[in-house]
T-cell receptor, first 115, second 109 residues
Framework: EAGVTQFPSHSVIEKGQTVTLRCDPI?????LYWYRRVMGKEIKFLLH????????ESGMPNNRFLAERTGGTYSTLKVQPAELEDSGVYFC?????????????FGSGTRLTVV | GQNIDQPTEMTATEGAIVQINCTYQ??????LFWYQQHAGEAPTFLSY????GLEEKGRFSSFLSRSKGYSYLLLKELQMKDSASYLC??????????FGAGTRLTVKP
């Protein structure tokens, strides 16, 4: 089966611009998660979708970040306007049902650099 | 609040054994995961512990003590390809994982 796919793999944008990251989870996985890793720090939880609904968005840093999952398939994470501190690697992960002994399957991440 | 602590970096020699520790304080506990992440790649699942004790899987073993809020990942017969970051993550009250900052392991010849 295809894994979790993220696009783009890299993005360099200027402060104030808008960027949209996309995640395609494994087909049939209802749970989709977004995480972010800032250089040298831990992978931090952003939010969790169950199908098209936001189950938990407590990790979203501020209202410049907007995540959607229309139709419960792929998800987008938009940053508008981007700031320097938004730079990092954004990971998406998916799981079939509630978190279980095999954890999630992660995508390879999108490296975002805001200059 | 939640704290998941692990050493930042470790170095070991090819063929040796290394133990990577993780301590945690979280809201609720439903299990602890270890992931391996090579630079520029996705984290990949290594192990899951929910009961106290040692889980062995080939060259890798993971141990959990819930009363102490402590886990370790043990890597035996180290190989150069084991050079990677090792991430400790806890499944707490929410249906998601919270991660430590990761331990960067360097294996030297």
């Amino acid at each position: 089966e295809a894994g979790v796919t993220q696009f783009p793999s890299h993005s360099v944008i200027e402060k104030g611009q808008t960027v949209t990251l996309r995640c395609d989870p494994i087909s049939g996985h209802d749970n989709l998660y977004w995480y972010r890793r800032v250089m040298g720090k831990e992978i931090k939880f952003l939010l969790h979708f169950v199908k098209e609904s936001k189950q938990d968005e407590s990790g979203m840093p501020n209202n410049r970040f907007l995540a959607e999952r229309t139709g419960g398939t792929y998800s987008t994470l938009k940053v508008q306007p981007a700031e320097l501190e938004d730079s990092g690697v954004y990971f998406c992960a998916s799981s079939q049902s509630v978190l279980g002994p095999y954890g999630y399957t992660f995508g390879s991440g999108t490296r975002l650099t805001v200059v | 609040g939640q704290n998941i602590d692990q050493p930042t970096e470790m170095t070991a020699t090819e063929g040796a054994i290394v133990q990577i520790n993780c301590t945690y304080q979280t809201s609720g506990f439903n299990g602890l995961f270890w992931y391996q992440q090579h630079a520029g790649e996705a984290p990949t699942f290594l192990s899951y512990n929910v009961l106290d004790g040692l889980e062995e899987k080939g060259r890798f073993s993971s141990f959990l003590s819930r009363s102490k809020g402590y886990s370790y990942l043990l890597l035996k017969e180290l190989q150069m390809k084991d050079s990677a970051s090792y991430l400790c993550a806890v499944w707490g009250n929410n249906n998601d994982m919270r991660f430590g900052a990761g331990t960067r392991l360097t294996v030297k010849p």
